[in-house]
């Protein structure tokens, strides 16, 4: 029975589909119990929130990476998982107790820094990240320093997340950088940029921890820096 | 969508055909064609072709032409439109696996792209290492090894063509030049050999007329019989029986008309160059081929009323510093658009031509020019669009790495094609998913995109894209598949039936038995 589900969850995470609503990749499945009503369902079975985190929302992501690895999968049917993916931890949040290890990878603030209107990389980012387990905090765009860094305390992020595709903005960047080293958080926040016009020379140059070229290097760098 | 155009899953259909000319002007093409024909006439080299013509109504004078007897014959409109009339405006090229057949309708839209024709040359891409002098790296290039067209090539060439999915019909593209070739056996071997590595239909010139029964043997063993043969004709043919300006050759003609008696599909081919040999402004072009054309429909009905024959115009445009053919040109669009019109207009099926290189060598230039009549010309719907696989230097040349890009630059070409979708339904459902994403978390459509992804409604974009930044790879990932589809298994003739071939087929080379 509750494997049962849990394979469900897995199905339903590589069908992308977030709620009965959906249709998955093949036809004919709208009407049948999408990922938030199955996690609802097995919440109230008594299944533990790790085992339905573990081997249902994440190892379905994962089986969504490798699908895309082998060309069996685009980039829609990973933002389409990552979402049914999301839409499953909405339903556990009340669920996990803060510290316990079902609460996720950790916690990243995501914003397209200021004076910056670009947003559909970041937006790709954000969602891959929460796809693969991390809690996103998504600022949206053109966002000040100044916002970044108080949502980053307030949010008690590890990471920092900053995309800029200007290269009048990706200075900006580097403000978000002195004022986490000014407010005495640095060695409690990493940042990681991305963003067309950057670089890794250039997020060394600026003092950030990491630089990422696509969603899929975000995870990674993501992974290693909340470690 | 017309009937014949559902009866074949190949090939595509246009919607709405281009029409360049307006219904008058095709009547003034159609009206000048026809006074050509009466006058100055043709110069017809067949004594039996003249008799034919004279018996139906046109007049004939004997004259001499170098070393050859000659007639000047003035055919009258009636004889022309009597032929049109009996013409069948519905042609099946057959093809071994029958789901591969071709369904020509003049009165449809549906385009079919196939190879041709006869190069002397093989071009193949060798990949070579070197170590660059500019920075040092190794870089591998893609160098160019021309061979002369021989029987192997030919071989490989049909195997290709089986595998490329755009590829609905097979003309050879390579001539063979082996040694053990003679005239006396080239055409049973040639026929044989894209026989035996395709299933898709087999269109082809004969060059030697007392062959023609061989390989007619030939598909009858393989279809069984000659009924059966007529009903899925697997080998259809080419016969340029016209020489441009005007005159009507005597050996062709006497293929066509035997052809014609057997109740075989076959293509009336004529190409006059713009410039050379027929006018090249687009009227004079288009007014001298289309009498060309209809000539040898005339011919060919008289023969047999009611055979199966294609319009088949292949006019082009003459360079102006050498006199060569020229392809990539928009002359060679407009001649080509308009002749595909003028085949509907009179209800025969058309062949027509798109798809070759001026370039030598494949690649950007080739591609270029390819694309350009790769897209103008199957807008005006002809049925056969020929030529259009790896050819290059103006038909010189054949190169199976261009012939794979072509294969992916003909899918290009085909889902321009595709129809709007806009309907009342549509719309509903489109309001609705952009309100959805109007209130969803990131504004975005991804999710709707999947549907036609895996419909196979978005096209998937350039599938030869290499990793390097400072290197066109594009070559050397093409040979990389090319080498993936010639390793697939070859769909052979069952073995019987190449026993039985090679018993009752005079010259047929023992090194084609596969089963040797
Ligand atoms: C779409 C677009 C727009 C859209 C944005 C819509 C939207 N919702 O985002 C609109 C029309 C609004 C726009 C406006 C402008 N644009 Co614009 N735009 C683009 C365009 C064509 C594509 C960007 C994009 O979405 N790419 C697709 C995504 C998937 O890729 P990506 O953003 O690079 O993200 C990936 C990675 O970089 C990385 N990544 C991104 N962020 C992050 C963050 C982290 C933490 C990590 C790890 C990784 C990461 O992962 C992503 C996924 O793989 C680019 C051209 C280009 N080739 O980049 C120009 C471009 C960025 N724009 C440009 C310009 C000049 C402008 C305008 C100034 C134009 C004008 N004169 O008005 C305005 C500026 C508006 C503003 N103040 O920001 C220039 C920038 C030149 C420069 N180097 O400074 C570009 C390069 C076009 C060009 N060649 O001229 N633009």
Known sequence: MSKDLID?????????????????????????????????????????????????????????????????????????????????????????????????????????????????????????????????????????????VEAAEEEGAGLVGLSALLNTTMSNMGDVVKELEEKGLRDKIKVIIGGAPTSEDFAKEIGADSYGKDAFAAIREAEKLLK | MNQADRLSERGIVVHKPYARLSQEQIEMIDKASLDLLEKPGILCYHEESVSMLEKAGATAKKTREGEHDAWWVSIPAKVVRQALDTAPSRVTLGARNPDNKVVLDAEGNRVYFGSGSETNYWLEVKPETFTSKVDGHERTIPVMKRNRGNLDYLCRSAHIAEQLDNLDFFIRNVNVQDSDITTENKDVNVFFAALNNITKPVVSGVADFDQLESIVNMAEIIVGGREELVKNPVVSFITSVIKSPLQVVGE??????????????????????????????????????????????????????????????????????????????????????????????????????????????????????????????????????????????????????????????????????????????????TKKTIEEVMHSPYRMYARYARGMLRRGEIFGGFPFEGEAEDQDQTLLQVKEHLNELEAREHQHLPEDICKKIFESTPGLLDRLNPYK
């Open chain 1, 8 to 148: 469900q969850i897995v199905n339903n995470v590589l069908q992308g589909r977030r709620n009965k609503d959906d249709e998955g990749i093949e036809e004919g499945m709208a009407g049948d119990p999408g990922v938030a009503e199955l996690v609802q369902e097995a919440l109230d079975n008594g299944i533990d929130t790790n085992e339905i985190l573990l081997n249902g929302l994440s190892k379905g992501m994962e089986m969504v990476g490798e699908k895309y690895e082998t060309g069996e999968y685009f980039i829609p049917d990973m933002l389409t998982a990552a979402e049914a993916v999301e839409e499953g931890m909405k339903v556990m949040e009340p669920h996990l107790v803060k510290g316990e290890s079902g609460s996720g990878k950790g916690k990243v603030i995501m914003a397209t820094v200021e004076k910056d209107l670009h947003d559909i990389g970041k937006n790709l980012v954000s969602i891959m990240l929460k796809g693969a387990g991390f809690t996103v905090v998504d600022l949206g765009i053109d966002v000040p320093a100044a916002r970044i």
């Open chain 2, 252 to 429: 062709t003609a006497e293929k066509l008309i035997a052809i014609a008696k057997l109740g075989l599909p076959v293509v009336i081919s004529t190409s006059p160059q713009g410039g050379s040999t027929a006018p090249i402004d687009e009227l004079g072009m288009v007014a001298q081929v289309n009498a060309e054309a209809l000539a040898g429909i005339t011919i060919n009905q008289l023969a047999n009323p009611g055979a199966p024959v294609i319009y088949g115009a292949v006019p082009v445009r003459a360079r102006m510093d050498d006199l060569h053919d020229m392809y990539g040109v928009p002359e060679f669009c407009h001649y080509n658009m308009d002749c595909a019109q003028m085949a509907r207009y009179y209800k025969v099926p058309c062949y027509s031509t798109a798809g070759v290189g001026d370039a030598k060598v494949p690649g950007i230039q080739a591609s270029v020019e390819k694309m350009y009549t790769y897209t103008a010309v199957p807008f005006a719907a002809p049925g056969l669009v020929h030529y259009a696989f790896g050819l290059l230097d103006k038909t010189q040349t054949f190169s199976p790495e261009q012939a794979v890009l072509d294969n992916h630059k003909i899918g290009m070409a085909k889902f321009l094609h595709r129809e709007s979708g806009v309907n009342e339904e549509a719309v509903e459902k």
